[in-house]
C-alpha cells in the first residue's frame, strides 16, 4: 500500500491569486497523478509527472495554469495559478506504486474554494 | 480507449435494505476493475477490485461485486445497508497492459448513497 499525505486539506483563496498543493508519499513511486474533482462531478486526470521529467498534461490542460513539479520519487506539488471560481474543485493526488501494482492510491485531497 | 458508465446518479434505500449499485464499462483492452468509496470531506478509499479468477469479488464493509464479461457489467451489491454507509461511489477501470508504464485509470461519473433511516 502507499500513505499519501497533501497538503492544505482545504483552502479559500481570492480570485487571481495562486495555490500551491503538496503531495508526500511514505514510499518511492514512479508515477504520481494529479486529478480534479469538480463539485457534483467525476474526477479528471489534470496530468501525470514522472520523476525527473516534465510532467505529461491531459487535453483541457495546460502547464502555464497547472504547473507540477516532481523533485523525487516521494513528493510532487501542483499549482493553481490565476484562479477564478470555477477553479473551486477538490483535487487529489494519487500514486501507482510500478509493475506488479494493481491499484492506484489516493491522497485525502484539497478542497480549494476560490472566493 | 475504455470508459465507464454509472447510470444512477443517486440511489435512495432505507437502512437494512438491500442495494445494488451499476456499473458498465468499455474497453479495447484487458482491464481491471475497482469500486471506491469518497465519504463526505475525504478522499477516495478502495472497497473492492476485480483482477481475475472469481467473479465474485467480496470488499470491505460487506460490500461485493460481480464481474459479468458478457454484459461488461461490474454491479456493487450490499445485502443490508447501515447508514454509515451514506457516501459516493465510483466504478473505476485501469488498463492491464499498463500503456505508456503505469496504469491510467478511468472513473464513472458516481452514484450517491443515500441511506435513509
Known amino acids: 500500500s502507499a500513505v499519501i499525505s497533501q497538503k492544505p486539506s482545504r483552502d479559500i483563496c481570492q480570485r487571481g491569486t495562486s495555490l500551491t498543493i503538496q503531495c508526500q508519499v511514505d514510499s518511492q513511486v514512479t508515477m504520481m497523478f494529479w486529478y480534479r474533482q469538480q463539485p457534483g462531478q467525476s474526477l479528471t486526470l489534470i496530468a501525470t509527472?514522472?520523476?525527473?521529467?516534465?510532467?505529461?498534461?491531459e487535453s483541457g490542460f495546460v502547464i502555464d495554469k497547472f504547473p507540477i513539479s516532481r523533485p523525487n520519487l516521494t513528493f510532487s506539488t501542483l499549482t493553481v495559478s490565476n484562479m477564478s471560481p470555477e477553479d473551486s474543485s477538490i483535487y487529489l493526488c494519487s500514486v501507482d506504486k510500478g509493475a506488479g501494482s494493481t491499484e492506484a492510491f489516493f491522497g485525502q485531497g484539497t478542497r480549494l474554494t476560490v472566493v | 480507449a475504455q470508459s465507464v458508465t454509472q447510470l444512477d446518479s443517486q440511489v435512495p434505500v432505507f437502512e437494512e435494505a438491500p442495494v445494488e449499485l451499476r456499473c458498465n464499462y468499455s474497453s479495447s483492452v484487458s482491464v481491471y476493475l475497482f469500486w471506491y468509496v469518497q465519504y463526505p470531506n475525504q478522499g477516495l478509499q478502495l472497497l473492492l477490485k476485480?483482477?481475475?479468477?472469481?467473479?465474485l469479488v467480496k470488499g470491505i464493509n460487506g460490500f461485493e461485486a460481480e464481474f459479468n464479461k458478457s454484459q461488461t457489467s461490474f454491479h456493487l451489491r450490499k445485502p443490508s445497508v447501515h447508514i454509515s454507509d451514506t457516501a459516493e461511489y465510483f466504478c473505476a477501470v485501469s488498463d492491464r497492459l499498463r500503456s505508456g508504464g503505469y496504469q491510467k485509470v478511468t472513473f464513472g461519473t458516481g452514484t450517491k448513497l443515500q441511506v435513509i433511516p
Open positions: 476485480y483482477l481475475s479468477g472469481s467473479t
Open positions: 509527472a514522472n520523476q525527473g521529467s516534465e510532467a505529461t498534461y
